[in-house]
C-alpha cells in the first residue's frame, strides 16, 4: 500500500461548481498534513496546512480524520484559475528527521 | 530577497555521465529534500536531511547520492547507476521547530534530460 493514496482524476467540473478530493495515508504516526496546488510544470505551492478541528480558507476547506486515516479538501465555486494539481502532504518524524512524502495529485480542470 | 534556489533549469546529459544538480537556500532553513518528479506523476523523495553532515536515503534513493556539508546547500549527483534518470527534480526546504505544520518552500526545479 502506498503511504499517501490520491485519485489521480481529472476532474472536469463547470465554473462554479463545488469539487472535492480525498486523500488517504497508511502511517497512523503521520504528525501533520497540508494540501500544495502545482501548475504545470511548475513547482508546488502550499494550498493550505490541514488543522484536526478542520480549517478554511476563502473558498477552501479543509479536514482530518485522524481515525480513518484521511484528510479531504473542499473548493466550493470553483475558478478557472484552480485549475491545477493538487497534491496531499503527509509529514512523519523518523528517527533520521521530518519526512515529507507526497501523494500522487489530483488533476482538476474547471471548464466555461 | 529569500529563498531556495535551483541551477540549472534545463539540463542535458550523455547517458553514463554523473551529472550535480544544485540546490541552495538562505532561509536558515534547517531540512532539506530532494524530490523527482516524473510526467503526470506525484513526487517521489530521494533524500533528506535535516542536519548538517546527516542525511537519510528517502523511497527511491538508488542511483543517487547527496551531501550536506553547509546548512544552506544540498546538492543531488545523479549517477550513471541511475537506470532512467530523465526527470523533473525539486528541491524543498522547511524549518524545524515543535510546531510540525511548517510549510515545505520549493525551487523551480532542474529538468535533466540524458540522452
Known amino acids: 500500500r502506498k503511504e499517501v493514496e490520491q485519485d489521480p482524476g481529472p476532474f472536469n467540473v463547470p465554473e462554479g461548481a463545488t469539487v472535492a478530493f480525498n486523500c488517504t495515508y497508511s502511517?497512523?504516526?503521520?504528525?501533520?498534513f497540508f494540501w500544495y496546488r502545482q501548475d504545470c510544470r511548475k513547482e508546488p505551492k502550499l494550498l493550505m496546512s490541514?488543522?484536526?478541528s478542520g480549517n478554511e480558507d476563502g473558498r477552501f476547506t479543509a479536514q482530518l480524520n485522524r481515525a480513518s486515516q484521511y484528510i479531504s479538501l473542499l473548493i466550493r465555486d470553483s475558478k478557472l484559475s484552480d485549475s491545477a494539481t493538487y497534491l496531499c502532504v503527509v509529514r512523519v518524524l523518523t528517527g533520521g528527521g521530518n519526512k515529507l512524502t507526497f501523494g500522487t495529485g489530483t488533476q482538476l480542470k474547471v471548464e466555461l | 530577497d529569500g529563498g531556495i534556489t535551483q541551477s540549472p533549469k534545463y539540463l542535458f546529459r550523455k547517458e553514463g555521465q554523473n551529472v550535480t544538480l544544485s540546490c541552495e537556500q538562505n532561509l536558515n532553513h534547517d531540512a532539506m529534500y530532494w524530490y523527482r518528479q516524473d510526467p503526470g506523476q506525484g513526487l517521489r523523495l530521494i533524500y533528506y536531511s535535516q542536519i548538517v553532515n546527516d542525511f537519510q536515503k528517502g523511497d527511491i534513493a538508488e542511483g543517487y547520492s547527496v551531501s550536506r556539508e553547509k546548512k544552506e546547500s544540498f546538492p543531488l549527483t545523479v549517477t550513471s547507476a541511475q537506470k532512467n534518470p530523465t526527470a523533473f527534480y525539486l528541491c524543498?526546504?522547511?524549518?524545524?521547530?515543535?510546531?510540525?505544520?511548517?510549510?515545505?518552500?520549493f525551487g523551480q526545479g532542474t529538468r535533466l534530460t540524458v540522452v
Open positions: 490541514v488543522y484536526s
Open positions: 524543498a526546504s522547511s524549518i524545524v521547530t515543535g510546531n510540525m505544520n511548517t510549510e515545505a518552500f
Open positions: 502511517n497512523s504516526a503521520s504528525q501533520s
